[in-house]
């Protein structure tokens, strides 16, 4: 049994300007605080603990540690963060998207849902690294422009056929990063194929002029995850937490698992597999899971995307929740 406590996430002006505290997509833990970005801008930021709540933040453009495909102010869609050997990664979503309906005249509505957009910024893994003593990011490495991750799977039969399809259609969508050792796990929210979630585990190496390079072959982890996506994953000792939940435009539900990737080399991973940690909250069109880190005492930290206003503070704040398991 999992108990719940509430944390309060407190950001400057800018930032609730943009709507950084109401969409929230990634977290994860520094030696002084947290580590948070939203999936709207292309900045990432930092929130140290005060005593009573997570604040003081630190803005930072990605643009000015890495050089980004597009324009340095376009989105980037954030969708995953990884702090390990000193250093910071950031992956973005690497998915298409699809306009959203905004008009009630039924042909300028078809008209959007015909119109299928690509954000070069989205198309991007980061790695940063982090000063030993204040955490500062410096200028980092990236897989971007033609080595993006989406660019390796080109002839992949499996994920493949879901290139040209939107995020939020089941086409490709990266939601959840985590590095261990000499490994990357990009876990995917789309596609899941027949209830099946997929998590990339990649092995990167130093191509000089501030770039990264896949080293081949990566290889794929199917898991059962009972029809839901990957929507972020967390470092839990040798095991991956991960946050599973809908791929589609649903709400729940929501849950966290545990998979041990070193307890098998096998690439298909039964249900019976993964143990049962949690089963998160959710709301209706709001309070969506989306982001999971562990703090310094063992408990999880988890963020929502679409708050509910009950998680709005006065301070301009937004509450997390904090579990122990």
Not at 203 to 219: D, F, I, M, Q, S
Request: overall charge negative; proline content about 6%.
């Amino acid at each position: 049994m999992a108990s719940v406590e509430q944390v309060e996430l407190r950001f400057d002006h800018a930032s609730r300007a943009s709507e950084t505290h109401t969409n929230l997509s990634a977290i994860r833990q520094s030696s002084a605080g947290l580590w948070v970005a939203g999936d709207e801008t292309a900045t990432f930021e930092h929130l140290t603990w005060t005593g009573d709540h997570f604040g003081d933040q630190r803005t930072f453009l990605l643009a000015d540690h890495v050089n980004l495909p597009a324009d340095p102010e376009d989105e980037a869609d954030i969708e995953g963060l990884a702090r390990a050997d000193g250093h910071l990664w950031l992956v973005g979503s690497h998915s298409l998207k699809r306009k959203k309906v905004k008009s009630k005249d039924p042909e300028k509505a078809a008209d959007r849902l015909a119109t299928v957009i690509r954000e070069e910024n989205r198309f991007i893994l980061a790695r940063l690294p982090l000063d030993p003593v204040t955490e500062v990011p410096g200028a980092g490495t990236i897989l971007s422009g033609a080595q993006n991750v989406a660019a390796h799977l080109s002839d992949d039969r499996h994920l493949a056929p879901f290139l040209a399809l939107p995020g939020k259609d089941n086409g490709l969508d990266i939601e959840g990063i985590a590095v261990t050792s000499d490994r990357v796990y990009l876990g995917l929210r789309g596609p899941v194929l027949r209830g099946w979630a997929l998590i990339l585990e990649l092995r990167l190496e130093e191509a000089g002029k501030g770039r990264l390079r896949l080293r081949e072959p990566y290889r794929k982890h199917f898991l059962d995850l009972n029809g839901l996506g990957v929507r972020d994953l967390c470092p839990d000792g040798d095991a991956l937490l991960v946050l599973a939940g809908p791929t589609m435009d649903l709400d729940g539900p929501v849950r966290l698992v545990r998979w041990r990737p070193g307890r098998s080399r096998r690439s298909v991973v039964s249900d019976g597999e993964l143990d049962k940690v949690l089963e998160l909250p959710y709301g209706v069109r709001c309070d969506h899971p989306e982001g999971v880190a562990r703090l310094g005492d063992g408990r999880l930290i988890v963020v929502y995307d679409s708050p509910s206003p009950a998680r709005i503070t006065p301070a301009g704040g937004v509450l997390a929740d904090v579990f122990t398991i």
